[in-house]
């Protein structure tokens, strides 16, 4: 097998990144077409895995910001997508080299010395199906031992015109330094135009377009994730009572994608981000021998924030018509509470090894460290709507932003900002921020200038801490006040009307439901576990 295309580079000097869900849909398709697509009901069929295109802004952010920060040509980028077909996965990664080639015609132009050295940018995508379990094992599999095809940039010294540098090279993935959990489906099927119009009355403008509740869902969608079939023919009022079941065969849908299967991925990864085992000796860009934790980060979303949206009585959002939402909130939860003291007694059996699988006998010496980011509001056709519509909540979204609305990113590559962030800053910036605890999210400044804000959320707050309501950010204690602008990182600015300051009682309660949701997911990872496994026969 051919060395890999970072072969003559130290180990910290490589950064190996994965990003679910990077379709790349949205460009093949015209607003129209894939409108019609969702009044033809193919919501469940390939095209309604994240169409909204943030996964592929994600991948165009990484590639800027990392040349940015790491100008060296000796640093090396593997970046990782993952899609559910084999054609999606090819133009997705057709669409990152165009635009990496386009980027560095760009740098020429500029300064005819500048170059952002992209063959030291290497790019890979596999199929991944999160509501198919079997598929996401083996998609784990295949990065924990196989060799993948790794697509490399142009060499500096090829005309810009020129064809790509080689074929793919075949090469095996050492380790995961993030994983960036983006890939989701909403499960709304159409805009309720009297609750629109109802809320631009009662909460204006800006606050109906930054936490809508114009969105309608069918609620009952189930998935058989040993096949990845849509669960049809099962009434709404026993869709809840089927999920609990002992034994059950299916799961909610919108659960499995948003939240389940990537929880069983991340697990099956571990032998790739937990620094000290066989496969992962050291961190992103560090020298040190054992290197800082790798990095889980949830992408979540701006309209997670309330009690009202989890319910342990229906844990996977079947029985409610805001399963998108519900889903999200048990994202914050996982993430902000996973090491709390509280909590680690069910969340740390999901950071062992799994004694069935030879490559996680290795010692664990620094488990992963989960993160959780949202990407603002971003214009998607993850929401049904017609083209024409569309357009105009785009233009809304545009405007709300102008009226001082800093969760209006609009686009997918300004949304992409909170997640990139916590994936390229150094470890001790992360910690003095208590980054594990905090929900980062992407926004702008009225002008479109991209900012990372931290996020509230009901029972925890900003930071899991009382009495923060009031904040306006402390040049002397928060670094972020160094490079964004202090006035947009006022705790105030970008709440839901209707929230309420956290007390002591509230953020308890909070840590006893992650405690709690903790227990059950580890409860569902065992179950399905032990199916998937005498499926696939391991």
Not at 59 to 70: L, P, S, V
Not at 72 to 88: D, F, N, V
Not at 518 to 528: F, G, K, P, T, Y
């Amino acid at each position: 097998m051919s060395k890999a295309p970072w072969g003559d580079s130290s180990p910290e000097d490589q950064l190996f990144v994965l990003v679910t869900g990077a379709n790349r849909e949205i460009e093949q398709r015209g607003q129209e077409q894939l409108y019609q697509a969702h009044m033809r009901k193919e919501r469940n069929t390939d095209i309604s895995y994240n169409l909204s295109g943030i996964g592929l802004g994600i991948g165009q952010r990484f590639i800027d910001e990392f040349a940015a920060i790491y100008p060296s040509p000796t640093t090396h980028l593997t970046l990782i997508t993952t899609t559910r077909t084999a054609a999606k996965s090819h133009a997705t990664t057709k669409a990152l080299r165009r635009y990496l080639d386009q980027q560095e015609d760009g740098a020429r132009v500029t300064n005819q010395k500048r170059t952002l050295f992209p063959n030291r940018i290497h790019l890979a995508s596999i199929e991944l199906d999160l509501c198919n379990l079997p598929s996401v094992y083996a998609a784990a599999e295949r990065l924990k031992s196989e060799p993948i095809e790794i697509v490399t940039g142009l060499t500096p010294s090829v005309a810009p015109t020129a064809s790509p540098s080689g074929p793919p090279v075949p090469a095996v993935i050492p380790r995961l330094d993030s994983v960036i959990f983006n890939a989701g489906i909403g499960g709304w099927t159409q805009l309720n135009w009297s609750n629109l119009v109802k809320s631009f009355f009662a909460s204006g403008f800006v606050h109906a377009t930054t936490f809508p509740t114009c969105k309608d869902a069918t609620g009952g969608l189930l998935v058989d994730p040993l096949t990845g079939k849509e669960v049809k023919g099962v009434a709404e009022s026993d869709a809840v009572e089927l999920a609990n079941k002992q034994g059950t065969t299916v799961l909610g849908q919108v659960f499995c994608a948003n939240v389940f299967g990537h929880y069983l991925f991340a697990h099956e990864l571990l032998p790739l981000l937990s620094t000290g085992s066989a496969s992962a000796v050291t961190g992103p860009l560090k020298g040190s021998a054992k290197g800082p934790a790798a990095r889980i980060i949830w992408e979540s979303s701006i309209e997670s924030m309330c009690w009202k949206y989890l319910s342990m009585d229906d844990f996977q959002g079947v029985g409610t018509i805001t399963a998108y939402e519900s889903s999200k909130r048990l994202t914050d939860l996982l993430s902000l509470t996973a090491d709390l003291d509280g909590v680690k007694a069910y969340s740390a059996s999901f950071f062992e090894g799994d004694s069935k699988d030879e490559k996680s006998k290795a010692p664990i010496i620094v488990p992963p460290a989960t993160y959780v980011t949202h990407p603002g509001i971003v214009c998607s056709t993850l929401f049904p709507l017609h083209w024409i519509i569309f357009y105009l909540y785009q233009l809304g979204m545009y405007i709300s932003r102008v009226f001082g609305s800093p969760w209006h990113p609009v686009t997918p590559y300004k949304g992409a900002a909170a997640a990139v962030w916590v994936a390229l800053q150094e470890q001790p910036a992360l910690d003095v921020l208590d980054a594990r605890h905090v929900k980062w999210g992407a926004g702008t400044t009225w002008t479109g200038s991209p900012i990372v804000k931290r996020t509230e959320v009901e029972g925890w707050g900003w930071r899991g801490k009382v009495n923060e309501e009031q904040y306006r950010g402390d040049k002397q204690t928060d670094p972020l006040v160094n490079t964004f602008r202090t006035s947009y990182l006022r705790n105030s600015l970008g709440r839901r009307e209707d929230s309420v300051a956290l007390t002591a009682e509230r953020r308890q309660e909070f840590e006893v439901l992650g405690r709690d949701c903790w227990r059950e997911m580890e409860r569902l990872r065992l179950e399905w576990d032990a199916k998937v496994r005498k499926i696939i026969g391991r």
